[in-house]
């Protein structure tokens, strides 16, 4: 395995079964559906069974049996195996690979900052970029604010409106 990805943050046991719940990072609702096994710390567990509750992913792991198992388990960061990602369509981009690019005003070309997160968390999500001055603004990742998205150029184009924002 080359690298680790976080996707989640065990919160908690779930009946008396040894299922917990997971409030996921992952953008993708269906994230935990599709792996066989995430790394809690560095051991690995087997995913028997994920099923989604409103915003939180129910994991029944293997070898998890009891809800005195399961509350051990409480606060650990969820991870999946890099290998275990699945491609992307063309236009979709993984958040990991777009922390840190340079975020520039469509109108000026004008360097507004850098993408420092993506809330996915939300109805849609929210774009936080860490201004020159150092202050965080968000921008609606939505098409009629963020226009381009060149990481192989190392940047997001985005068309702000006024009073959206102070930068």
């Known amino acids: 395995m080359r690298e680790k990805i976080r996707i989640g943050k065990i919160t908690g046991p779930v009946g008396l079964k040894g299922e917990v719940k997971v409030m996921s990072y992952s953008g993708d609702p269906e994230r935990f559906s599709h792996l066989e096994k995430i790394y809690l710390k560095d051991t690995e567990y087997v995913i028997e069974r994920a099923s989604k509750r409103n915003r939180l992913t129910i994991l029944k792991l293997e070898g998890v049996n009891d809800r ?4 051990k388990l409480r606060n650990l960061y969820v991870d999946m195996a890099e290998e275990d ?3 992307l369509e063309e236009g979709s981009f ?5 922390i840190g690019l ?4 469509l109108e000026t070309g004008e360097k507004l900052g850098t993408l420092k997160d993506v809330l996915t968390d939300r109805p849609q999500d929210i774009f936080v970029v860490k201004t020159e001055v150092g202050k965080d603004v968000m921008i609606p990742g939505v098409s009629e604010f963020v226009k381009e998205i060149k990481p192989e150029e190392g940047c997001i184009t ?5 009073g959206l924002m102070e930068l």
Not at 68 to 71: M, R
Not at 158 to 162: G, Q, R
Request: glycine share 0%.
């Open 68 to 71: 005195n198992e399961a509350e």
């Open 85 to 87: 990602l699945e491609p």
């Open 94 to 98: 993984y958040i990991r690979d777009l």
């Open 102 to 105: 340079d975020v520039l005003d």
């Open 158 to 162: 985005v068309a702000l409106i006024k």
